[in-house]
């Protein structure tokens, strides 16, 4: 499954970004999808995730209140909202499928096993 980010851009502090992730042809038995970030010379950090079946969600406590992330079944795409946005928010930021027929979103990046290309945002102080 190729993932398709999109929607990262340059933006100012206290504004808004929404990130896209399409996964078409995903396997039906991978319920998670998450959002990642990683900043330069930094590790790769959780941001938020969702399964497919329920929309159960996780988030970073770095994140709560100001990211939402949703899904769309029918097109296979899962949606970051990313509002109240900071300079420290600034990264590529990754989708990634959980292949595992889980219940319930992991944090662990381990986990994810099909990543996709990053979509940069920048947020301007």
């Known amino acids: 499954v190729q993932l398709q980010a999109s929607g990262g851009g340059l933006v100012q502090a206290g504004g808004s970004l929404r990130l896209s992730c399409a996964a078409p042809?995903?396997?039906?038995?991978?319920?998670?999808m998450g959002w990642f970030r990683q900043a330069p010379r930094t590790e790769r950090e959780f941001v938020a995730a969702?399964?497919?079946?329920?929309?159960?969600?996780a988030y970073a406590d770095s994140v709560k209140g100001r990211f939402r992330i949703s899904r769309d079944n029918a097109k296979n795409t899962v949606f970051l909202q990313m509002n109240s946005l900071k300079p420290e928010d600034t990264a590529a930021y990754y989708c990634?499928?959980?292949?595992?027929?889980?219940?319930?979103?992991?944090?662990?990046?381990?986990?994810?096993?099909?990543w996709g290309q990053g979509t940069l945002v920048t947020v301007s102080s």
């Open positions: 990634a499928t959980d292949p595992r027929n889980t219940v319930l979103p992991t944090r662990d990046p381990q986990a994810y096993d099909n």
């Open positions: 042809g995903r396997p039906l038995s991978s319920n998670v």
């Open positions: 969702i399964t497919w079946r329920g929309g159960i969600t």
